[in-house]
C-alpha cells in the first residue's frame, strides 16, 4: 500500500514565525511531490511542486526533499493568520496517474 | 475557461437514487482526475482520463460509479443507487499532460450528501 504519512496537528505558530510541516512517503519509485493549502470548506489549492532533491524556493514557502529518508517538508517563513489551513502532501504514482494525499496538517497562525 | 468547474456544488439525494456530477476542465488540459474527499481526510483518487479515454479507473470503489469523457472535455461522474457512505466532496482536477511532474488544478468541488 503506497502511502503518505502526516502529523494531522494542529500545528500552531505565532505570527511572524516559521512553520515547519512534514511528510513521509512509502513508495521509492515516486519522483514527484506536491504540497496543496486547503482552507476550510474550500478545495485545494497548489503552491508548490519539487520532483529533485533539495531545497525549492518560491516566496515565503520553501519545499525541501529528501528521497534517500522518503521525507518532504514545506517551510513557511514570516507566517501570517491567512496561512492557517490545512497542508495536504501529494505524491505523484509512477504511472503519473493519481496523486496521492496524506491526511493534511492544519496550521493556525495567531495574531 | 479560468479555472476547473464543478456542478452542481451542492447535490442532496436520497439513498438508491441515480446522481450525475459534471466537471469543465481548464481549456487545453488534456489530463482529468476525479477525486473525493470525506472530512478529516486527504483527497482520495477515482478515475484519470487522458483525452476521452479512462487511462487509469483503479481507485472507482465499485461498479455503482462510473465517469465519461466523450470528446475530451467536460466529464461526467455518474453513481447509481447511491448510498449514505457515497456522501463526500467530490473534487474534479485537470492538468496539461501526463507524467509525474505534471501539476493538477482542483475544481470547487461538489458535496453530496445521500439521506
Not at chain 1, 501570517?80 to 497562525?109: E, H, R, W
Request: include cysteine; charge should be neutral; glycine fraction near 10%.
Amino acid at each position: 500500500q503506497k502511502e503518505v504519512e502526516q502529523n494531522s496537528g494542529p500545528l500552531s505558530v505565532p505570527e511572524g514565525a516559521i512553520a515547519s510541516l512534514n511528510c513521509t512517503y512509502s513508495d521509492r519509485g515516486s519522483q514527484s511531490f506536491f504540497w496543496y493549502r486547503q482552507y476550510s470548506g474550500k478545495s485545494p489549492e497548489l503552491i508548490m511542486s519539487i520532483y529533485s532533491n533539495g531545497d525549492k524556493e518560491d516566496g515565503r514557502f520553501t519545499a525541501q526533499l529528501n528521497k534517500a529518508s522518503q521525507y518532504v517538508s514545506l517551510l513557511i517563513r514570516d507566517s501570517q493568520p491567512s496561512d492557517s489551513a490545512t497542508y495536504l502532501c501529494a505524491m505523484a504514482n509512477q504511472a503519473g496517474t493519481a496523486l496521492i494525499f496524506g491526511k493534511g496538517t492544519t496550521l493556525s497562525v495567531s495574531s | 475557461g479560468a479555472g476547473v468547474s464543478q456542478t452542481p456544488s451542492n447535490k442532496v439525494t436520497e439513498k438508491g437514487k441515480y446522481v450525475e456530477l459534471r466537471c469543465d476542465p481548464i481549456s487545453g488540459h488534456t489530463a482529468l482526475y476525479w477525486y473525493r474527499q470525506s472530512l478529516g481526510q486527504g483527497p482520495e483518487f477515482l478515475i484519470y482520463f487522458q483525452g476521452t479515454g479512462a487511462a487509469d479507473d483503479s481507485g472507482l470503489p465499485n461498479d455503482r460509479f462510473f465517469a465519461v469523457r466523450p470528446e475530451g472535455s467536460v466529464s461526467t461522474l455518474k453513481i447509481q443507487r447511491t448510498e449514505r457512505g457515497d456522501s463526500a466532496v467530490y473534487l474534479c482536477a485537470s492538468s496539461l499532460g501526463r507524467g509525474q511532474n505534471t501539476e493538477a488544478f482542483f475544481g470547487q468541488g461538489t458535496r453530496l450528501t445521500v439521506v
